[in-house]
Protein backbone atom coordinates (compact mmCIF):
# COMPACT_ATOMS: atom_id res chain seq x y z
CA UNK A 1 0.00 0.00 0.00
CA UNK A 2 1.22 3.34 -0.07
CA UNK A 3 2.67 5.69 2.11
CA UNK A 4 0.86 7.78 4.65
CA UNK A 5 1.81 10.85 3.37
CA UNK A 6 1.11 10.68 -0.54
CA UNK A 7 -1.81 12.18 -2.29
CA UNK A 8 -3.11 9.10 -4.53
CA UNK A 9 -5.42 9.67 -7.44
CA UNK A 10 -7.68 7.01 -8.19
CA UNK A 11 -7.92 6.68 -11.75
CA UNK A 12 -9.68 4.05 -14.71
CA UNK A 13 -7.54 1.38 -15.52
CA UNK A 14 -6.63 0.98 -19.61
CA UNK A 15 -5.75 -2.28 -20.92
CA UNK A 16 -2.15 -3.23 -21.46
CA UNK A 17 -0.19 -0.13 -19.87
CA UNK A 18 -1.75 2.02 -17.92
CA UNK A 19 -2.06 5.46 -19.02
CA UNK A 20 -5.14 8.13 -17.69
CA UNK A 21 -7.84 7.97 -20.46
CA UNK A 22 -11.21 8.97 -18.94
CA UNK A 23 -12.70 12.60 -19.19
CA UNK A 24 -13.25 12.94 -15.40
CA UNK A 25 -10.16 11.68 -14.06
CA UNK A 26 -8.64 13.92 -16.49
CA UNK A 27 -9.92 17.06 -15.05
CA UNK A 28 -8.74 15.90 -11.89
CA UNK A 29 -4.79 15.42 -13.39
CA UNK A 30 -4.80 18.47 -15.53
CA UNK A 31 -4.96 20.29 -12.32
CA UNK A 32 -2.61 18.37 -10.47
CA UNK A 33 -0.16 18.48 -13.41
CA UNK A 34 -1.07 22.74 -13.73
CA UNK A 35 -0.23 23.09 -9.45
CA UNK A 36 2.89 20.46 -10.18
CA UNK A 37 1.42 18.58 -7.16
CA UNK A 38 3.25 15.38 -6.47
CA UNK A 39 0.92 12.56 -6.43
CA UNK A 40 0.81 8.63 -7.37
CA UNK A 41 -1.71 7.27 -9.78
CA UNK A 42 -3.87 4.47 -8.28
CA UNK A 43 -5.61 2.12 -11.13
CA UNK A 44 -9.26 0.34 -10.22
CA UNK A 45 -11.47 -1.04 -13.20
CA UNK A 46 -15.33 -1.20 -13.65
CA UNK A 47 -15.24 -4.24 -11.34
CA UNK A 48 -12.61 -2.50 -8.67
CA UNK A 49 -14.13 0.62 -7.69
CA UNK A 50 -16.62 -0.27 -5.78
CA UNK A 51 -15.03 -2.64 -3.64
CA UNK A 52 -11.88 -0.92 -3.06
CA UNK A 53 -13.31 2.68 -1.90
CA UNK A 54 -15.90 0.74 0.16
CA UNK A 55 -12.78 -1.54 1.52
CA UNK A 56 -11.12 2.16 2.30
CA UNK A 57 -14.08 3.41 3.98
CA UNK A 58 -15.13 5.54 0.89
CA UNK A 59 -19.06 6.62 1.68
CA UNK A 60 -21.07 6.05 -1.18
CA UNK A 61 -22.15 8.91 -3.56
CA UNK A 62 -26.27 7.95 -2.48
CA UNK A 63 -27.41 11.26 -4.58
CA UNK A 64 -26.36 9.75 -7.61
CA UNK A 65 -28.70 9.21 -10.37
CA UNK A 66 -28.78 6.54 -12.49
CA UNK A 67 -24.90 6.00 -11.81
CA UNK A 68 -22.72 4.19 -9.99
CA UNK A 69 -22.53 5.31 -6.16
CA UNK A 70 -18.54 4.84 -6.39
CA UNK A 71 -16.44 6.83 -8.91
CA UNK A 72 -13.59 8.06 -10.32
CA UNK A 73 -11.53 10.28 -10.02
CA UNK A 74 -11.59 10.29 -5.98
CA UNK A 75 -8.29 11.39 -4.38
CA UNK A 76 -6.92 10.59 -0.92
CA UNK A 77 -5.47 13.23 0.46
CA UNK A 78 -2.03 13.17 2.79
CA UNK A 79 -3.99 13.83 5.74
CA UNK A 80 -5.92 10.56 4.88
CA UNK A 81 -9.28 12.07 3.57
CA UNK A 82 -10.97 10.76 0.60
CA UNK A 83 -12.96 13.34 -2.11
CA UNK A 84 -14.36 12.71 -5.05
CA UNK A 85 -16.07 14.08 -8.25
CA UNK A 86 -13.51 16.17 -10.15
CA UNK A 87 -14.76 19.75 -9.58
CA UNK A 88 -15.15 19.90 -5.71
CA UNK A 89 -11.63 17.84 -6.07
CA UNK A 90 -10.66 20.91 -8.12
CA UNK A 91 -11.47 23.43 -5.96
CA UNK A 92 -10.11 21.56 -2.21
CA UNK A 93 -6.46 21.81 -4.32
CA UNK A 94 -7.15 25.14 -5.14
CA UNK A 95 -8.01 25.86 -2.02
CA UNK A 96 -4.57 23.68 0.02
CA UNK A 97 -2.20 24.87 -2.97
CA UNK A 98 -2.60 28.47 -3.99
CA UNK A 99 1.20 29.55 -5.33
CA UNK A 100 0.31 28.58 -8.63
CA UNK A 101 -3.51 29.96 -8.63
CA UNK A 102 -6.19 28.38 -11.23
CA UNK A 103 -8.93 30.65 -11.87
CA UNK A 104 -12.90 28.93 -11.45
CA UNK A 105 -15.21 30.80 -13.34
CA UNK A 106 -19.24 29.14 -12.74
CA UNK A 107 -20.47 30.53 -16.11
CA UNK A 108 -18.25 29.44 -18.50
CA UNK A 109 -17.23 25.70 -16.44
CA UNK A 110 -21.03 25.36 -17.00
CA UNK A 111 -21.40 26.11 -20.83
CA UNK A 112 -18.48 24.48 -21.17
CA UNK A 113 -19.96 21.33 -19.57
CA UNK A 114 -23.14 21.62 -21.38
CA UNK A 115 -21.66 22.49 -24.61
CA UNK A 116 -19.50 19.11 -24.49
CA UNK A 117 -22.74 17.08 -23.75
CA UNK A 118 -24.18 18.34 -26.73
CA UNK A 119 -21.23 17.13 -28.87
CA UNK A 120 -20.33 13.79 -26.46
CA UNK A 121 -24.36 12.84 -26.76
CA UNK A 122 -24.40 12.08 -30.46
CA UNK A 123 -20.91 10.52 -30.66
CA UNK A 124 -21.54 7.90 -27.82
CA UNK A 125 -22.23 5.25 -30.35
CA UNK A 126 -18.85 6.06 -32.36
CA UNK A 127 -16.47 5.80 -29.25
CA UNK A 128 -18.23 4.32 -26.32
CA UNK A 129 -18.26 0.83 -28.99
CA UNK A 130 -14.17 1.60 -28.64
CA UNK A 131 -14.20 1.51 -24.92
CA UNK A 132 -15.23 -1.69 -24.75
CA UNK A 133 -13.34 -3.16 -27.66
CA UNK A 134 -10.35 -1.24 -27.31
CA UNK A 135 -9.77 0.61 -23.81
CA UNK A 136 -11.00 -1.36 -20.71
CA UNK A 137 -9.19 -4.25 -19.40
CA UNK A 138 -10.65 -7.67 -20.73
CA UNK A 139 -12.23 -8.79 -17.17
CA UNK A 140 -14.20 -5.58 -17.02
CA UNK A 141 -15.56 -5.30 -20.69
CA UNK A 142 -18.65 -7.59 -19.26
CA UNK A 143 -19.81 -5.28 -16.44
CA UNK A 144 -19.34 -2.32 -18.81
CA UNK A 145 -21.84 -4.08 -21.53
CA UNK A 146 -24.35 -5.63 -19.55
CA UNK A 147 -25.97 -1.72 -18.29
CA UNK A 148 -25.31 -0.48 -21.91
CA UNK A 149 -27.23 -3.47 -23.14
CA UNK A 150 -30.50 -2.38 -20.99
CA UNK A 151 -30.15 1.51 -21.77
CA UNK A 152 -29.65 0.81 -25.76
CA UNK A 153 -31.73 -2.13 -26.26
CA UNK A 154 -29.03 -3.41 -28.21
CA UNK A 155 -25.04 -4.41 -28.08
CA UNK A 156 -22.74 -1.83 -28.73
CA UNK A 157 -21.73 -3.23 -32.02
CA UNK A 158 -25.30 -2.53 -32.57
CA UNK A 159 -25.63 0.65 -31.97
CA UNK A 160 -22.22 1.76 -33.59
CA UNK A 161 -24.03 0.46 -36.82
CA UNK A 162 -26.84 1.75 -36.42
CA UNK A 163 -26.65 5.31 -34.79
CA UNK A 164 -22.76 5.79 -35.29
CA UNK A 165 -21.02 6.99 -38.65
CA UNK A 166 -21.37 10.09 -40.23
CA UNK A 167 -25.25 10.61 -38.68
CA UNK A 168 -23.31 10.32 -35.44
CA UNK A 169 -20.87 13.43 -36.07
CA UNK A 170 -23.21 15.59 -38.16
CA UNK A 171 -25.32 15.49 -35.51
CA UNK A 172 -22.00 16.64 -32.72
CA UNK A 173 -21.96 19.78 -35.37
CA UNK A 174 -24.74 21.79 -33.66
CA UNK A 175 -22.52 21.01 -30.20
CA UNK A 176 -19.42 21.67 -31.76
CA UNK A 177 -20.44 25.32 -32.85
CA UNK A 178 -22.14 25.65 -29.06
CA UNK A 179 -18.32 24.68 -27.57
CA UNK A 180 -16.65 26.94 -30.18
CA UNK A 181 -18.90 29.95 -28.96
CA UNK A 182 -17.74 28.85 -25.36
CA UNK A 183 -13.80 28.90 -26.38
CA UNK A 184 -13.93 32.29 -28.32
CA UNK A 185 -16.86 34.38 -27.26
CA UNK A 186 -15.67 34.87 -23.25
CA UNK A 187 -12.20 35.95 -23.67
CA UNK A 188 -11.44 38.76 -21.55
CA UNK A 189 -7.69 39.24 -23.35
CA UNK A 190 -5.38 37.82 -25.86
CA UNK A 191 -4.66 34.01 -25.39
CA UNK A 192 -5.30 30.65 -26.12
CA UNK A 193 -7.11 30.22 -23.31
CA UNK A 194 -11.08 30.21 -22.48
CA UNK A 195 -10.84 33.74 -20.95
CA UNK A 196 -7.68 34.73 -22.97
CA UNK A 197 -4.67 34.94 -21.43
CA UNK A 198 -5.56 33.41 -17.84
CA UNK A 199 -6.38 29.55 -17.78
CA UNK A 200 -9.23 28.53 -15.96
CA UNK A 201 -10.87 25.04 -14.66
CA UNK A 202 -12.96 25.01 -17.47
CA UNK A 203 -10.12 25.29 -19.90
CA UNK A 204 -9.41 22.12 -17.90
CA UNK A 205 -12.96 20.62 -18.65
CA UNK A 206 -12.82 21.16 -22.18
CA UNK A 207 -9.04 19.63 -22.28
CA UNK A 208 -10.23 16.99 -20.36
CA UNK A 209 -12.71 15.79 -23.19
CA UNK A 210 -10.55 16.27 -26.42
CA UNK A 211 -7.88 14.41 -24.61
CA UNK A 212 -9.98 11.42 -23.43
CA UNK A 213 -11.61 11.17 -27.07
CA UNK A 214 -7.85 10.89 -28.05
CA UNK A 215 -7.18 8.17 -26.18
CA UNK A 216 -10.27 6.28 -26.81
CA UNK A 217 -9.44 6.66 -30.53
CA UNK A 218 -6.76 8.93 -32.06
CA UNK A 219 -8.88 9.33 -35.10
CA UNK A 220 -12.01 10.36 -33.33
CA UNK A 221 -9.98 13.37 -30.99
CA UNK A 222 -8.45 14.34 -34.20
CA UNK A 223 -11.38 14.88 -35.86
CA UNK A 224 -13.15 16.57 -33.25
CA UNK A 225 -10.10 18.99 -32.59
CA UNK A 226 -10.19 19.42 -36.66
CA UNK A 227 -13.47 21.27 -36.33
CA UNK A 228 -11.90 24.58 -35.42
CA UNK A 229 -8.22 25.85 -34.66
CA UNK A 230 -9.79 27.28 -31.21
CA UNK A 231 -9.84 24.07 -30.14
CA UNK A 232 -6.46 22.38 -31.24
CA UNK A 233 -5.36 25.54 -30.36
CA UNK A 234 -6.09 25.23 -26.16
CA UNK A 235 -5.13 21.46 -26.67
CA UNK A 236 -1.49 22.65 -27.55
CA UNK A 237 -1.75 25.37 -24.65
CA UNK A 238 -2.45 22.63 -22.05
CA UNK A 239 0.11 20.16 -23.71
CA UNK A 240 2.53 20.32 -20.69
CA UNK A 241 0.22 19.94 -18.20
CA UNK A 242 -1.18 16.14 -19.91
CA UNK A 243 2.86 14.69 -19.96
CA UNK A 244 1.81 12.76 -16.19
CA UNK A 245 -0.78 10.64 -17.73
CA UNK A 246 0.03 7.95 -15.05
Not at 18 to 38: A, D, Q
Not at 140 to 168: D, I, Y
Amino acid sequence: MSNNDELILYDLARRGHCTSWSFNPWKTRLVLNYKSIPYRTEWLDHQTIAPTLTGLGVPPNTSSQGGSEYTVPTVRFKDGTYLRDSAAIAEKLEAMFPDQPLLFDPETQLKAEQAIGKVAGPLVPVFVPRIAQDVITETSVPSFREPRLKVFGMTLEELESVRGGEQAWKAAETGTQELKAVLTEHKRSEGPFILGSEVSYADFIVVAFFESLRRIGSDVGERVLGFDESFRRLHEACGEWMEKDA
